[in-house]
């Protein structure tokens, strides 16, 4: 059992000098959490590979699922990763930081093995959230991160959720707040023909990649993902974001829906069970459950992404066994969304 240190940062008035222990726990070698604006971060050197071990034994995440290296600015990615392409300059010029990991061509023998499983890439970004910032910059090295969770489970957007998950198994939290986009970064790579293919659906859309990327071509690695072949992005095929209730998603016509998700829910009450809801603002006043939460207005989907992980959560603080969500659309941030509920729900989709 380790003792895990909490450090509150605020976002507003973030000075390096206050994550002075923090970073220094990371240079010599321990984990620490902190807040991006996209989910916290479970951070270690990306160099030492018996820091970075330490980051799969806290989350208990299976070792051929590659980390993400934070970095403060683009002179350090040098160092990392071979020379790349205009259309990732132009892409790195447009969204760091931000919530945009691109997967290249790895350096040899600069990181942890462990941090790209093994694999000749590595997925680099520049997060987007000033105590990130300030404490990659005085750590002053690659820090590898994957959400500060434990394998399997939402990703934390605020200290607590990391403190539930972690507690006694990392050495520090960095507490700057609850995060703002909610969901976490999206993976590209880019190959040599410059096609842009997103391996991971997340805080940069769809859209906006487009508009960034000139005539090149994208497309998404969802469709062809194949349980049985490696996966492009390892991390696509295990369980992920998922509730302690089973979770199911509720597709089709907003009245039937709302009809649907009422009759399961009274049914599963007759039965004991505990019930949730998982609904668009709109719609709260129309249905009953023991637990309802809000994603926010149907016309605001950011808002239901920066609320997704922390209702999940919630659900399993109540004890809920059973979770119906309504579906969304794919626009923008929606893709994103729409993955991430699928995922918690293991795919489990009725549609009414
Ligand atoms: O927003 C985020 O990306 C957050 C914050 C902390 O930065 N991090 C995060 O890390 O979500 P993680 O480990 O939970 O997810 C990383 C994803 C996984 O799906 C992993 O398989 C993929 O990125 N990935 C990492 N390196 C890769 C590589 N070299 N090739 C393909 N996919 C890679
Ligand atoms: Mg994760």
Redesign the pocket.
């Known amino acids: 059992m380790t003792r895990t240190k909490v450090w509150t940062a605020d976002p507003s008035n973030c000075q390096e000098d206050n994550l002075a222990e923090a970073a220094l726990l990371l240079q010599q070698g321990a984990v620490v959490a902190f807040p991006?604006e996209?989910?916290?971060?479970l951070g270690a050197d990306a160099r030492n590979s018996a820091a970075v071990a330490r980051i799969f034994e806290a989350k208990g995440r299976p070792s051929d699922?590659?980390?993400?290296v934070?970095i403060a600015s683009q002179t350090q990615l040098e160092e990392l990763v071979l020379p790349y392409s205009q259309l990732v300059q132009k892409l790195m010029d447009a969204f760091w930081p931000g919530?945009l990991?691109i997967?290249l061509p790895v350096r040899s023998n600069r990181l942890s093995p462990l941090v790209?499983a093994q694999?000749p890439?590595?997925?680099v970004?520049i997060?987007d959230h000033p105590v990130a910032l300030s404490l990659l910059r005085k750590a002053d090295c690659p820090v590898a991160?994957?959400?500060a969770n434990r394998s399997g489970k939402p990703?934390p957007t605020a200290a607590e959720h990391v403190i539930s998950d972690l507690t006694g198994r990392i050495d520090g939290v960095v507490d700057g707040g609850v995060t703002g986009v909610g969901l976490?970064?999206t993976?590209i790579?880019v190959a040599e023909d410059d096609t842009v293919t997103i391996?991971?659906p997340?805080?940069v859309t769809e859209e906006e990649l487009r508009a960034a990327a000139g005539d090149a071509r994208i497309k998404s690695a969802l469709t062809v993902i194949d349980e049985a072949a490696a996966p492009?992005?390892?991390?696509?095929k295990y369980t992920h974001y998922a509730p302690d209730g089973q979770l199911q998603l509720v597709q089709g016509e907003q009245s039937s829906v709302m009809a649907y998700m009422q009759s399961e829910v009274d049914a599963a009450r007759k039965r004991g069970e505990k019930t949730a809801l998982l609904v668009f603002e709109e719609n709260t006043g129309l249905v009953h459950a023991d637990c309802i939460a809000s994603l926010g207005s149907r016309e605001q989907l950011q808002e239901g992404a920066h609320r997704l992980y922390a209702a999940l959560r919630y659900f399993d603080q109540e004890g809920i066994e059973r979770i119906w969500s309504e579906c969304c659309s794919r626009q923008g941030i929606g893709e994103a969304l729409m993955n991430r509920l699928l995922k918690a729900a293991g795919n489990n989709v009725f549609h009414v």
């Open positions: 991006t996209t989910v916290y971060g699922n590659p980390l993400i934070h919530p990991t997967v790209t694999l890439t590595v997925g970004r997060p991160a994957p959400s990703s976490e970064s993976v790579e391996l991971r997340g805080g492009r992005s390892p991390g696509m």
